[in-house]
């Protein structure tokens, strides 16, 4: 299988773009990004900006409508978040915002979805933000009623926190068997146990090759607890590289990014450089990787990585 990349979203400042012209520049990265290869846009399920990233006061845009405006404005990249909080919707109507983006995307949209974390949103919003134990009670739910709703016509579900009763969804996701499902998270007691159960795609944080084989060992112990074969969920691996020809340009992109975020951003020169540093996680078995828009925040950056989807697939770029 070829190596699998995401191009991630979670900045909405743009110097010199005004609020009016903002979407039409997500719009454009997401086309770039779209041209030079990636398989996958996502977007932030988030109400404030995050801390890593920028101020909270810095823009956000909901979602589910960014994502169906960035499926109407591209033809073959997957769509989702990376991803939905699970505190934030009802998981029935979440399961219907997701098969609408399938619909729109005409069979393109991926449910990503996690336990919430930033609870300086959820009180600004007035959402509860239970302890994490009950977050993944709710996490593991949510996942049970969305795989319902995509695969059977009139499902039912009783749970601790959540229920359906013969819901209705339709119309029905393109998909066969509805979107996949992308679980956030490393966890190893309970989000690995979760993905396991229900997921389709993983998605961690990069770190040692060793540490990242040990940490699927672990999920392959969920697997085998659970009777799935792991080899039906690729994991795939977020990862800071800033792809920069020269010291100066290193060094502007540096400032860019916050300063706690900084020794997690690896500095590449070079298209080899980079896939060199790469390809052990590949030959680890990983499926691929996300990179996101503050280490590719121009055009011509996501162009360029293109260049790097290209070396570390050794073919051209799909049609």
Same mark, same amino acid.
């Given at each position: 299988?070829?190596?699998?990349?995401?191009?991630?979203?979670?900045?909405?400042?743009?110097?010199?773009?005004?609020?009016?012209?903002?979407?039409?520049?997500?719009?454009?990265?997401?086309?770039?990004?779209?041209?030079?290869?990636?398989?996958? @846009? =996502?977007?932030? !399920?988030?109400?404030?900006?995050? %801390?890593? /990233?920028?101020?909270?006061?810095? &823009?956000?845009? *909901?979602?589910?409508?960014?994502?169906?405006?960035?499926?109407?404005?591209?033809?073959?990249?997957?769509?989702?978040?990376?991803?939905?909080?699970?505190?934030?919707?009802?998981?029935?109507?979440?399961?219907?915002? @997701? =098969?609408?983006? !399938?619909?729109?995307?005409?069979? %393109?949209? /991926?449910?990503?979805?996690?336990? &919430?974390?930033? *609870?300086?949103?959820?009180?600004?919003?007035?959402?509860?933000?239970?302890?994490?134990?009950?977050?993944?009670?709710?996490?593991?739910?949510?996942?049970?009623?969305?795989?319902?709703?995509?695969?059977?016509?009139?499902?039912?579900?009783?749970?601790?926190?959540?229920?359906?009763?013969?819901?209705?969804?339709?119309?029905?996701?393109?998909?066969?068997?509805?979107?996949?499902?992308?679980?956030?998270?490393?966890?190893?007691?309970?989000?690995?146990?979760?993905?396991?159960?229900?997921?389709?795609?993983?998605?961690?944080?990069?770190?040692?090759?060793?540490?990242?084989?040990?940490?699927?060992?672990?999920?392959?112990?969920?697997?085998?607890?659970?009777?799935?074969?792991?080899?039906?969920?690729?994991?795939?691996?977020?990862?800071?590289?800033?792809?920069?020809?020269?010291?100066?340009?290193?060094?502007?992109?540096?400032?860019?990014?916050?300063?706690?975020?900084?020794?997690?951003?690896?500095?590449?020169?070079?298209?080899?450089?980079?896939?060199?540093?790469?390809?052990?996680?590949?030959?680890?078995?990983?499926?691929?990787?996300?990179?996101?828009?503050?280490?590719?925040?121009?055009?011509?950056?996501?162009?360029?990585?293109?260049?790097?989807?290209?070396?570390?697939?050794?073919?051209?770029?799909?049609?």
């Amino acid at each position: 299988m070829a190596a699998f990349f995401g191009f991630h979203m979670p900045n909405y400042t743009y110097p010199g773009i005004a609020d009016d012209k903002l979407f039409d520049q997500v719009v454009a990265q997401a086309r770039a990004a779209e041209a030079a290869g990636f398989d996958l @846009v =996502t977007v932030m !399920d988030h109400f404030y900006q995050i %801390r890593g /990233v920028g101020p909270e006061t810095n &823009a956000m845009l *909901e979602a589910y409508t960014t994502l169906a405006g960035i499926a109407s404005h591209t033809s073959r990249v997957k769509v989702g978040t990376l991803v939905t909080g699970v505190t934030y919707r009802n998981p029935a109507l979440l399961a219907k915002q @997701v =098969t609408t983006l !399938d619909v729109i995307s005409k069979g %393109r949209a /991926v449910l990503g979805i996690g336990a &919430a974390w930033n *609870e300086d949103e959820h009180v600004g919003y007035g959402f509860e933000f239970p302890p994490i134990a009950r977050r993944m009670d709710r996490l593991d739910e949510a996942v049970t009623i969305a795989k319902l709703m995509f695969t059977e016509e009139r499902p039912s579900f009783e749970g601790k926190f959540f229920r359906i009763d013969r819901a209705l969804n339709v119309p029905r996701p393109i998909q066969k068997g509805g979107p996949k499902i992308m679980v956030g998270g490393g966890g190893e007691k309970r989000t690995l146990r979760i993905l396991a159960k229900h997921g389709d795609i993983g998605h961690w944080f990069g770190g040692p090759v060793e540490e990242l084989k040990r940490k699927r060992g672990v999920f392959e112990e969920h697997c085998a607890a659970v009777g799935r074969n792991p080899a039906d969920v690729m994991i795939i691996l977020g990862v800071g590289l800033v792809l920069a020809e020269n010291d100066a340009m290193a060094k502007a992109m540096m400032n860019a990014i916050p300063a706690e975020r900084r020794p997690m951003i690896r500095i590449v020169s070079s298209i080899d450089e980079a896939a060199t540093y790469l390809r052990p996680y590949l030959d680890a078995g990983f499926g691929g990787f996300t990179f996101n828009n503050p280490t590719l925040p121009t055009i011509e950056a996501i162009g360029h990585a293109g260049e790097l989807i290209k070396a570390l697939r050794g073919s051209s770029v799909p049609a």
